[in-house]
């Protein structure tokens, strides 16, 4: 948990800070040193302690910080009021985050390590709004439960988003169709038999 104290360092403080950490996680990932970290960031072990309740939460803040702007890069999900423009902008918003991430490699390096459970929170109301204009347009089947849809939507990105990383630490180009035909299949009801 990032203490009270850190949350009231002036802005570019607490931004340079997390660069730093930035920069080693990206490198040296898990085993980045804590106390190295720190000391390239021009802080004392003691207010250290009153940032941060050690390496883990530090590793949790960068991590959440990495989110927070990757979420803003995609900003909210803008309605289409088409099918077209839906898989348009769809396919224009992961272009947008693959450029980010060729253009950012520590950002990708954290990405390409464990992530937690919890971290598509900043992204909540981007998939909301993504089933919600699916649902609307009659992309996604109504006769589920739409929080179902929901957390079926949001694992296969999960799903999507760590092949395509793993594609790019790589060098690889992503193809982002077969993951559209997965959605695709997710969301569309069953054809009967006959």
Not at 135 to 147: H, K
Not at 154 to 175: W, Y
Request: aromatic share 8%; with cysteine.
């Amino acid at each position: 948990m990032v203490l009270p104290r850190f949350q009231r360092l002036p802005d570019p403080r607490r931004a340079e800070i997390l660069a730093v950490a930035r920069r080693h996680l990206a490198r040296d990932g898990e085993a980045a040193s804590y106390n190295q970290i720190i000391a390239d960031a021009g802080i004392s072990k003691t207010s250290a302690y009153l940032y941060f309740d050690g390496k883990a939460d530090l590793v949790a803040e960068v991590r959440r910080e990495l989110f927070e702007r990757l979420a803003a890069l995609l900003g909210a999900w803008q309605p289409t009021g088409s099918t077209a423009r839906f898989w348009t902008q769809l396919d224009a918003q992961s272009r947008a985050l693959q450029q980010h991430l060729a253009e950012h490699p520590e950002d990708l390096a954290i990405l390409a390590q464990r992530p937690s459970p919890d971290e598509d929170e900043p992204f909540a109301a981007w998939f909301e709004g993504l089933v919600d204009e699916g649902l609307a347009l009659g992309l996604i089947r109504g006769d589920l439960d739409n929080a179902l849809i929901l957390a079926a939507t949001k694992a296969l990105f999960r799903c999507l988003d760590e092949r395509g990383i793993a594609a790019l630490v790589r060098g690889e180009p992503l193809d982002l169709e077969p993951g559209w035909q997965l959605l695709r299949g997710l969301w569309s009801a069953p054809r009967r038999r006959r």
